[in-house]
């Protein structure tokens, strides 16, 4: 999986991606991002901000796949990023406006 995972980082770099694709990159990355985490451009807090770009740009049952994928990245998060934990709890704290 960590080639799936790799392909899907990617292909999120990608100016227009498909909404579908989306989805099935961010469950790949939630799923599997912490085993590419020592590639360069694959820190648990690249992959979040290469999600995050998508989110203001995706409907509503891809933005909960989103916020899956930020929660796995946290879990994952070797050692704990108490930055990353910042932005991504400011994020959820938000929930009820998106």
């Known amino acids: 999986m960590p ?19 989306v989805k099935v ?3 790949l990355l939630g799923e599997y991002s912490h085993l590419l ?6 820190s648990p807090k690249d ?7 998508k989110l203001l740009t995706v ?3 891809t933005i909960s796949i989103l916020l899956s994928t930020y929660a796995k990245i946290l879990m994952h998060s070797q ?3 108490p930055e990353l934990q910042n ?12």
């Open 3 to 21: 080639y799936a995972a790799l392909k899907a980082r990617e292909y999120l770099d990608k100016p227009a991606i498909h909404e579908t694709m």
């Open 25 to 27: 990159s961010a469950y």
């Open 37 to 42: 985490a020592r590639r360069p451009g694959c």
């Open 47 to 53: 992959i979040f901000v290469i999600i995050h770009e």
């Open 59 to 61: 409907s509503t049952p």
């Open 79 to 81: 050692p704990p990023d």
């Open 87 to 98: 932005q991504i709890w400011a994020i959820f704290s938000k929930i009820p406006e998106l």
